[in-house]
């Protein structure tokens, strides 16, 4: 079923998202990286985590839920870690900010951790992890989030499903890039799903009996459906993201949480951890890139399962999408470009800039 | 369907495994660490990485494909980090050794990682992650091993089902400790089925032509039946497993590796990351300890799907094994227990100590 599309550039939507992210109250600069990371989703083909989330984004500004221009704090510091408080900032923002700062540790003791609290919503994580391969870097984000996962044997929405992503550097073939939500799909899927108004396959969500559902609807706003997730160990693996992203941090967990999408007026206290790893410490740079291009050109000779044409790397099918929708433009849904023209319209920014 | 098993304390394990070992070339010390963690794992309920696994680590001792006497090189090191060569050792051997110097590290500069290159199989995962619960930091060991599993829309072995273990310190409560092989299911648990002669569920393995089975024997040996990754996410994992423990450690990664169980006179030249979080160099440990306990609590008190009785959490289900087990002793199947034996007799180690 094809669904009406527009195609707009990179450059345009960039304008766009910048203008009205300034509009709502954010200094240029802080604008530009926050419509970066929507873009830098959207070439890669996640549109669960590009423009789409534009206006719920412009919603926190606007609400107060999210702080314009945070004063981010050093709680502690040490030769290979820091611990920032965000001040509620966007989470782009501060993610980036800790990236930075964690990039810079590990060019001095070969390791930087930095772990955030009060953070909000960043976005896709593979932007923070990505954020180390022009250092030569290998990068790691997870951050938690609000909860709209159900715990291992529960119902209901108890915990978020912290993504988890890591990015390394390889040398003629692409970066190897993994960027996974702990439950079986991201809630933004979840999203697309609704927008586009089709059905979910049954091992995406329950809705708030615990009963396994093929309707989207069931899970958007404060209808108690949760997503479900990977199983036990992803379960696992969204319980150490509370621990390591929130409680480390000295931030809040769980339901501590508001719903960063509904409450737009109230602080999600979200937190990150990053953790970057100098390359060149541990081994010549050049032997690594070398030994992860090798890693990659063994995998895609792998013999491959009945109707499989091609076995891909983490991340290289959105590098793949990268250099299309770069050449090309980025496809927008009709129901997406019509929230963007919305929040232009609210914001008075004129929307011929997107046609 | 009631299996025929014995009784055996953790005493009487322990004492036959060492002798067994330093009967086949290991020093006392070394022995007792090999020992301790097969114990642990029996113990903690993980029976597929208990002393199921000793004939097969003796055998390697025996064959030459594991040093029993390793001298442990560092081949480079900084602030906060140390790259290994474990020239050889028994895994437990060099992934101790490898986590001591991590935790060391971590103390200093409030991180420290290790990557090992030329060890062998380190058994269950949790047993280095859970060396930092004693200094009340966080401890993540990361390994791969010989190709077992299948890479996401392949067939045949080609990766391995590279293991993630962390665990994190709490107050009142158990740590919480989670340790997940990346594939469905690990290894260990086919073998136990195949020792019992049961058929297992379709979603653990595939034959060698790519089809699902429920016949363990179709993965055992040389047979070209793989493990099946926890889908395209624990892929991911896997690869950067390989990347983390195999490339960063300057060793092998993929078919590289000669499987361990099988060609036993070969050196496996498995790889190990490690990394240890220092706590109360960022939070006060009591605040964090305080906090983990109430992250238990609220899990534990979250609504339950129709049919649960209990909410775990990672980690909780050993916990409480172990409690049990070390009271009323450790149940080995008849299968194992005639394996040990048969490698008493071999080593000519009187096995009354076992009943």
Redesign the interface.
Known sequence: MAEKEKIISERQLMEFCVQTLQKAGLPQEDAWTVADSLIAANLRGVDSHGVLRLPSYIRRLLDGGANPKPQIQVI?R????V?LDGDRGMGQVVGKYAMKETLELAS??????A?VCNSDHFGAAAYYAMMALKQDM?GLAITNAAPIM???????R??GNNPIA?A?PAGKEFP?V?D?AVSNVAGGKVRIAEKKGIKIPLDWIVDEE?NPTDDPNAFGGKTGGSLLP??Y?????G??G???SG????GR???EMPLWLVDTSLTVGIGHFMLA?H?D???PIQ??KN??D??VQ??HS?????G?E?????GEIEHLSELKRRAEGIPVSEAVFQDLVRIGHELNIGTEILS
């Open positions: 502690r040490g030769a290979s870690f611990r001095q003791t070969g390791i930087g951790v772990t290998i159900c715990v291992w044997g529960g119902k209901g108890f915990i890591i390394v190897i993994l996974m615990g990977l199983g160990k992803g379960y696992g693996l319980v150490m509370e621990i390591l409680i480390l941090s000295g967990i769980l339901d790893i390359v410490a541990f081994i032997e690594f030994r992860a090798h890693l063994r995998i792998a013999p491959r399962a009945k499989v091609r076995i891909y790397l983490p």
